[in-house]
């Protein structure tokens, strides 16, 4: 397994798989709808018009079995240190530790980039990934109640972040 830069031609299809397991079977990404190659354009051009990283990792056979990346938290001017972040693993190659091992690449990456806080947006039912992010240092942050609703139930979205200590000299403006 290793780390590597995820791009629309290599990866936009199997990111699509992934995403659309977690929309269509959990409560992961509060969408209803699978998403479509069209989506993934302006996915993909979105991270790149923000310099934002996708990174991926890959099995011995090519496969993605996992993908992560940030975008910003807020498009206000003073939000400009803080990033939202997400990771997902392919179904078949979850409880093997590769969020673990992205997540923790993609926080050297928000350091390189000198942001200072990264947030993750957690299903509260999600214990997982709760887990994932304390073990990381992640802290808890507050939860929105009823911030969504799917699957005929009403879910609570957990916020839970991480203090960078990028930049070091943040500026106003």
């Known amino acids: 397994m290793q780390i590597i830069p995820c791009s629309y031609e290599r990866h936009a299809a199997a ?10 079977h959990s409560t992961a990404l509060y969408d209803y709808q699978a998403r479509t190659m ?17 990174i991926g990792i890959e099995n011995e056979q090519g496969e993605l079995m996992g ?13 400009k240190y803080t990033l939202e972040h997400s990771v997902y693993v392919a179904k078949a190659h979850r409880g093997k530790g590769i969020a673990n091992i992205l997540m923790s690449h993609l926080i050297e990456l928000a350091k390189e980039q000198n942001y200072h806080t990264l947030i993750g947006s957690i299903d509260a039912s999600n214990q997982a ?6 073990k990381l240092g992640f802290t808890y942050a507050g939860t929105i109640r009823h911030a969504g609703f799917k699957f005929g139930d009403w879910l609570d979205l957990a916020f839970y972040q991480l203090l960078l200590p990028t930049p070091l000299q943040p500026v106003d403006g």
């Open 15 to 24: 990111i699509l798989d992934i995403f659309n397991d977690a929309i269509l």
């Open 129 to 134: 990934s709760i887990a994932l992010h304390e």
């Open 38 to 54: 069209e989506n993934m354009v302006s996915w993909f051009k979105n991270k790149e018009a923000g310099n934002y990283p996708v």
């Open 67 to 79: 993908f992560a990346s940030y975008g910003s938290f807020r498009a206000y001017p003073a939000n």
